[in-house]
């Protein structure tokens, strides 16, 4: 018996995301003849939600030359809402820190740098160990997130002992949706599923 595969985006539509911040308000962004979606009128989440679970997300950066760090094709993947894996142009950095593609937000830099040039399809497959509560809502268990980038570990086994800045979620939940941010870069997705562990 496998997994349970929920299949966010297929190229199709976008009836299983919601304008993110908001309680039923539809996303906007833009569906090519490619099959992807381009990020197009604020911050998008996922009508599914989960808990432990292995995400994988496919995303296509534009090459923008006369941009330099944070502005340069800047997005991000938000597991549970709440932990932000940064997507930005990062190709060639020797040394990518908290802020650059792969990192857990400023939290955590990624062990190397696994980035393709732009304009080329890139994927993560991420591994979330969802954070544990008791009957009072406190955290008995920190979650745990491994993430790869193009195949390569970028985070193994890392703690989430926080938040990261933004999301739409604003703390640590046992269950909770996938945010895509739109950060004001044409930055494209496709193939975004997810399985519940």
Not at 156 to 162: F, G, Q
């Amino acid at each position: 018996m496998g997994y349970e595969k929920v299949v966010l985006f297929d190229g199709k539509d976008l009836s299983k995301w919601r304008k993110a911040h908001t309680e039923s308000s539809p996303a906007e962004w833009i569906i090519g003849d490619d099959g992807a979606m381009t990020v197009n009128g604020g911050d998008i989440v996922s009508t599914e939600t989960y808990r432990d679970a292995h995400i994988h997300v496919e995303f296509w950066l534009p090459y923008m030359p006369e941009s330099h760090g944070q502005e340069r094709a800047n997005s991000g993947v938000y597991v549970h809402g709440c932990y932000e894996i940064q997507v930005l142009d990062s190709y060639g950095i020797e040394k990518p820190a908290d802020n650059d593609c792969g990192a857990l937000y400023s939290i955590y830099a990624p062990l190397t740098n696994a980035n393709r040039k732009p304009e080329e399809w890139q994927a993560y497959d991420i591994y979330l160990y969802a954070p544990r509560f008791n009957e009072n809502g406190e955290v008995i268990e920190d979650g745990r997130m491994t993430v790869l980038l193009n195949g390569i570990v970028v985070q193994n086994n890392i703690v989430l002992h926080t938040n990261t800045p933004g999301g739409e979620t604003s703390y640590r939940v046992a269950e909770g949706p996938l945010l895509l941010q739109d950060h004001g870069d044409k930055v494209r997705f496709r193939n975004v599923w997810f399985e519940r562990l």
